[in-house]
């Protein structure tokens, strides 16, 4: 499945009433470290297809999501458990980074 692409129309569907934990990239077309990370994204986001879901905020695109969500920096990377952020970071990570953050 990949990623879904998170607006603030699903959010709340895709993000906050999930029943798995969700991995939400913030990131923007221009934004080189994101353009660094976002296959690594892809790629996690097939790879934990049914224990996981993993989503991208386009913060151009979805402002409100980024304001709401208090990004300063992107990439911003967080992971939302039960509808709440368990753990965020800032800046391009290493795959392996990512998959810890996903296993809080």
């Known amino acids: 499945m990949g990623t879904v692409k998170i607006t603030k129309e699903n959010f709340e569907a895709e993000v906050l009433n999930s029943d798995k934990p969700v991995m939400v990239d913030f990131w923007a077309e ?3 470290p994101c353009r660094m990370v976002g296959p690594v994204v892809e790629e996690i986001g097939t790879e934990v ?3 996981a879901k993993v989503g991208k905020v386009n913060v ?3 402002p409100e999501l980024a304001s709401q969500f208090k990004v300063m920096s992107i ?3 967080m992971v939302f458990k039960n509808g709440k952020v368990v753990n965020s970071s800032v ?3 290493p795959k392996q980074a990512l998959l810890d953050m ?3």
């Open 49 to 51: 297809v049914g224990k």
């Open 75 to 77: 990439p911003t990377i």
């Open 30 to 32: 221009w934004c080189g």
């Open 91 to 93: 800046g391009a990570k």
């Open 102 to 104: 996903l296993s809080v």
């Open 60 to 62: 151009d695109e979805q």
